[in-house]
């Protein structure tokens, strides 16, 4: 079994910055592409961003400069630094783990709560 516990959310002013943090417990070989998706309010879960492998990542195009993944062997954990934060950026952002580099939600096997960002203006 794999557990994903997100902490980190909480409110912030557009221009500002959070660091969400995913603590990874159960079978861990860290060769599991890590990654954060996020769903806003009568949307889809989209993908934000994703590691894997020799610190492969990958982006979603309208956060890429702005937020950085990234992760800690030693701790367990996957982080996502976000800066500049918009109101759009609003939403539940939860931390997925899966075997295959991929921006859709589905193949994505295991899944944390989720964390709310909510960024004013």
């Known amino acids: 079994q794999v557990q994903l516990v997100e902490s980190g959310g909480g409110l912030v002013q557009a221009g500002g910055s959070l660091r969400l943090s995913c603590a990874v417990s159960?079978?861990?070989?860290?060769?599991?592409?890590m990654g954060w998706f996020r769903q806003a309010p009568g949307k889809e879960r989209e993908f934000v961003a994703s590691?894997?492998?020799?610190?492969?990542?990958m982006y979603a195009d309208d956060v890429k400069g702005r937020f950085t993944i990234s992760r800690d062997n030693a701790k367990n954990t996957v982080s996502l630094q976000m800066n500049s934060l918009k109101p759009e950026d609003t939403a539940v952002y939860s931390c997925?783990?899966?075997?295959?580099?991929?921006?859709?939600?589905?193949?994505?096997?295991?899944w944390g709560k989720g964390t709310l960002v909510t960024v004013s203006s």
């Open positions: 590691i894997w492998g020799g610190d492969s990542t």
């Open positions: 159960g079978r861990t070989f860290w060769n599991y592409v």
């Open positions: 997925a783990a899966g075997l295959v580099a991929s921006r859709s939600a589905n193949a994505m096997n295991y």
